[in-house]
């Protein structure tokens, strides 16, 4: 009877290790592909200021959008390479604020002629756009790993040894803002 007790023992103990290293190991995906979400981003961050010097020798009238990209951009910054999971979801926010206004940005760019069809405007929107898809297959990649981390803490015996693999609180998904489906109208901007 002892030894029987004894290798359930060492079968629990194993199936419970070997839960252990499969969270760890989603967790540090989870990690990874927010560096890659990162890197994305600071791609995007690069991007910014250039957009806003050729913006601004024609939106004049738009001061307070660009001044609002500069603050967001400042804002955002400095949470790259954030991985503590609760921030990330300010992080998330900050981003997408970022994101609509430079969207709203190209929208209203679209009134003023000389900037649509200036050279480094158009190279800037066309690196802009694969900036972006770039994102957004970063984030892909990153909801992938989140739900694989988050299957693995909840399910038994996930949440016996979650807290000892590091996981005490789960990393959000990323989630696109409201009314992101709906393409850009720059009528609505105007």
């Not at 010097?53 to 500069?70: K, N, S, V």
């Not at 926010?93 to 679209?110: G, I, K, N, Q, V």
């Not at 970063?138 to 015996?157: D, G, I």
Request: aromatic share 8%; proline share 5%; charged share 20%.
């Amino acid at each position: 009877m002892t030894v029987f007790l004894i290798v359930l023992a060492m079968a629990a103990a194993a199936v419970l290790y070997g839960w252990y290293a499969a969270i760890v190991s989603a967790r540090n995906r989870v990690g990874e592909a927010l560096g890659g979400i990162d890197t994305q981003l600071q791609q995007r961050h690069d991007l910014i200021p250039n957009v806003l010097a050729i913006a601004r020798r024609f939106l004049q009238h738009e001061t307070t959008l660009l001044e609002e990209i500069t603050a967001l951009r400042a804002k955002a910054q400095p949470q790259l390479g954030q991985r503590d999971f609760q921030a990330i979801a300010d992080k998330f926010e900050t981003e997408t604020a970022l994101a609509a206004d430079m969207t709203r940005l190209f929208a209203l760019a679209e009134n003023y002629p000389q900037l649509t069809s200036s050279g480094p405007m158009v190279e800037a929107q066309r690196t802009y756009r694969e900036v972006e898809a770039s994102i957004a297959a970063a984030r892909r990649f990153y909801n992938n790993a989140v739900n694989n981390l988050k299957t693995r803490a909840e399910t038994f015996p996930g949440p016996l040894v979650s807290g000892l693999a590091g996981v005490r609180v789960l990393p959000p998904f990323y989630q696109a803002a409201e009314g992101a489906e709906k393409p850009v109208m720059a009528v609505d901007h105007l």
